[in-house]
Structures are given as structure tokens and as C-alpha cells.
């Protein structure tokens, strides 16, 4: 059974850093492309990061660029999200997912992704 396991949320203040993690198994997915979507109370489901197969190409949306850092270990079948100077807009649950196809490129579209996370919830405080 395949799964993908996020970790690392919480609850902070304005400001502060978080490390997500999002472990897979049940199959590798190091020739795969992964990212991250966020979810906020009534709102759609929304692309975060994503990255290519060997992590050589990333690709952020407007409202995270220069504080997000999305990066992956093959070898560890893991992927990454850094979150720097974290703000309450980016108070969702986070999910990572994975694409069922081997795929050098990066992928924003959230119908792109065939594997998803259960979720981790990020509140940030004012």
C-alpha cells in the first residue's frame, strides 16, 4: 500500500520557521515529481512548491517565493518543506504529493498528482 506521511506542523507565531516532512512508502518515487499544496478553511486547495525527480528544478507560487524551500532525498524516499518568516495567510493544512508517472519536470496542477498525504495543519499566529 502505497502512502505518503506529512510531519512537522504546528502552531507558531509570525515569523518563525517550520520543517515539513512528507515520508512515502509502499513504493520508491525517486524518478517521480512531488510537491506541496496548502488548504485554508473555504478556500480551494492551492499549489505550494513543487519539485522534479532529482531536485535540480523547483518552482514556487507568488505568495511563498524567498521564504519556501522545497527539497528532497531520494535515497530516504522523503521530501522537504522549509518555511521561513512564516505569516497568518499561511495558516492551511499542508499536503504533499507525489505523481504516479516518472516525470522530470515540475508539475503545479493539482491533477497532475496521483498520491496524496493525509495532511499536517500549520497555524500561525499574529
Known amino acids: 500500500q502505497v502512502q505518503l506521511v506529512e510531519s512537522g506542523g504546528g502552531l507558531v507565531q509570525t515569523g518563525a520557521s517550520l520543517r515539513l516532512s512528507c515520508a512515502a512508502s509502499?513504493?520508491?518515487?525517486?524518478?517521480?515529481?512531488m510537491g506541496w499544496f496548502r488548504q485554508a478553511p473555504g478556500k480551494e486547495r492551492e499549489f505550494v512548491a513543487a519539485?522534479?525527480?532529482?531536485?535540480?528544478?523547483?518552482t514556487y507560487a507568488d505568495s511563498v517565493k524567498g521564504r519556501f524551500t522545497i527539497s528532497r532525498d531520494n535515497a530516504k524516499n522523503t521530501e522537504y518543506l522549509q518555511m521561513n518568516n512564516l505569516k497568518p495567510e499561511d495558516t492551511a493544512v499542508y499536503y504533499c504529493?507525489?505523481?504516479?508517472?516518472?516525470?522530470?519536470?515540475?508539475?503545479?496542477?493539482?491533477?497532475?498528482?496521483?498520491?496524496w498525504g493525509q495532511g499536517t495543519q500549520v497555524t500561525v499566529s499574529s
Open positions: 509502499g513504493r520508491t518515487f525517486s524518478r517521480n515529481a
Open positions: 504529493a507525489a505523481t504516479s508517472y516518472y516525470s522530470d519536470a515540475v508539475h503545479t496542477g493539482r491533477y497532475e498528482y496521483h498520491y
Open positions: 519539485i522534479n525527480w532529482s531536485g535540480g528544478s523547483t
